[in-house]
């Protein structure tokens, strides 16, 4: 059977009524089950493709954590292993296994990224249109370059305005 043990804590002076004053100023609270801090709280979090996904969320969604896996590819993952959405921590082993085994064989996290990152560095290379706007830290798509796309261009350099021929006269 568990034990509780009594925790002491010490309360200010000034949030006690004036009666108590004198009295000690310490309140006890019943200890959890192996004591204060790392052992008495117990997070465990599952690991899927080298991403700790949330417990507390629905496995439809804990899924969307991983780089690479969207709305509809984490849908087709739970369809194609006849799932229910349920919450991520209420997951048996079984089940996490053969969920560890479906995201393996999707491109993910390190692997994707290196994959785009080595594809922008060949557009680049090969000098066309895309990878000289990528070099140039401009939108690549088409989008206007006239008023937005300040996060890609950076902060506005301001450019001195030209003196008048009436004004430099004098």
């Known amino acids: 059977m568990a034990t509780l043990s009594m925790v002491s804590v010490p309360i200010a002076p000034s949030s006690l009524p004036l009666s108590t004053w004198g009295r000690s100023s310490s309140v006890s609270f019943p200890a ?15 690991r899927i493709g080298g991403v700790e996904i949330p417990n507390h969320k629905r496995v439809e969604y804990s899924l969307q954590y991983i780089h690479g896996i969207g709305r509809s590819r984490s849908r087709q993952i739970l369809l ?11 997951l048996s082993e079984e089940e996490v296994i ?37 070099k140039l830290g401009l939108p690549v798509r088409g989008q206007r370059t006239k008023n937005n796309c300040r996060t890609l261009k950076g902060k506005r350099a301001s450019v001195a305005k ?5 004004s430099q006269e004098e």
């Not at 192996?34 to 979090?45: F, N, V």
């Open 162 to 166: 030209k003196k008048s021929p009436a």
């Open 80 to 90: 194609d292993l006849n799932f229910d959405n349920k919450i991520t921590k209420d």
């Open 32 to 46: 959890p089950k192996g004591g204060i801090g790392h052992g008495g709280l117990r997070i465990e979090c599952i």
């Open 98 to 134: 053969t969920l560890r085994k479906e995201v393996g064989k999707y491109m993910i996290e390190g692997d994707l990224k290196r994959f785009n990152r080595v594809a922008i560095e060949r557009l680049k290379e090969i000098r066309c249109y895309r990878g000289i706007r990528h």
